[in-house]
């Protein structure tokens, strides 16, 4: 793996270094004290098998930088959706200091950013998830999900029968009643979590209860959806920042070019959200989505706070 004295972090060793919880909470942390700084655009790059992405963030303790590629044919090869590395660098030397695997270092910062949302905006007895996609992202979303939100049931929808079959003895293990299910199972759900690479919507967004949680993760390009137009024209949006929602969210740009809603659809900034404590609660109740794209500041910040974790340990055995 890399040479030169820098660190290689793989998943194995990402994960035994970070729990979905200390993720969640260094990103809480992050927020409440710095927002999310401004980032250059993520830059998109078409490639034969799907799409080539470079995401920089820097901050006073250091800075980095993601290459990961999404291929969405892969999952049918028996490989990754996610690929790439992400490379960290001190912040008062500029020197490089770890290069990570970008696939898990994806997985655990998104699920841990929708969690941080759900903790937010999420009813405080949610019991009750639809999860759409049993990926990579769909399993660590329904590992963070639950440490946030008392979980008693998860309802698993994707094509995929054998590998819906395997995240439902997955969520089995974790002491959920789950079971495999379709789109209608929305209806009566607290939370939906849709971790797909869909072009299409998943759902009717009139089955959603009045005071469901969306949390969609999966529309990080303009031609993308996974949410329809019922649900978006019911919803209040909440984004990672809105410059960026309305530069990718296909959720939100389809359905504004629709004319299905406006940009006031976007009730707040999730750094805005966890300050505050929440959203201000209106006179009737209306789903909430988290729109989340993913923000370059989320993998500095995950990437940091684990290097930190692997050094501290490794001072504690020595």
């Known amino acids: 793996m890399p040479g030169g004295g820098l660190e290689w972090v793989g998943e194995e060793a990402l994960r035994e270094a970070l729990t979905i919880e200390e993720a969640t909470a260094a990103l809480e942390d992050a927020l409440t004290t710095y927002g999310f ?81 759900a903790k937010y905006l999420a009813h405080e007895r949610a019991s009750r998830l639809v999860l759409f996609g049993a990926g990579r992202q769909a399993r660590a979303h329904l590992d963070a999900l639950r440490v946030v939100r008392p979980l008693e049931a998860a309802v698993i929808v994707d094509p995929c029968t054998e590998r819906a079959e ?30 797909t690479t869909s072009a299409v919507p998943l759902f009717d967004g009139n089955l959603l ?39 990718e969210a296909g959720d939100l740009l389809i359905a504004l070019e629709r004319g299905v809603i406006t940009a006031d659809q976007i009730v707040a900034e999730l750094p805005d959200v966890v ?18 794209l993913g923000h370059a500041f989320e993998d500095l910040v995950v990437a940091d706070a684990a290097l930190r974790a692997m050094r501290a340990l490794s001072a504690d055995v020595a």
């Open 37 to 117: 700084p401004e980032t250059p655009e993520r830059a998109h790059l078409e490639t034969q098998a799907g799409v080539f992405l470079t995401m920089p963030a820097a901050a006073a303790w250091g800075a980095g930088a993601k290459l990961v590629t999404v291929a969405p044919g892969n999952p049918e090869r028996g490989l990754p959706l996610i690929q790439g590395v992400y490379v960290l660098f001190d912040g008062d030397s500029s020197s490089p200091q770890a290069v990570f695997d970008a696939g898990e270092l994806t997985a655990i910062r998104t699920a841990a950013t929708s969690a941080l949302a």
């Open 166 to 195: 395997q995240l439902v003895e997955h969520a089995r293990a974790a002491g959920l009643e789950a079971s495999l299910g379709d789109a209608d199972d929305v209806e009566g759900a607290d939370i939906v979590c849709t971790c």
């Open 209 to 247: 209860s009045a005071t469901a949680y969306v949390n969609a993760v999966g529309a990080f390009q303009p031609n993308l959806r996974e949410l329809d137009d019922a649900t978006m024209r019911r919803a209040r949006v909440v984004v990672e920042t809105r410059r960026a929602a309305l530069l």
């Open 275 to 292: 300050r505050a404590g929440g959203l201000e609660p209106e006179a009737e109740d209306r789903p909430i989505v988290f729109e989340s």
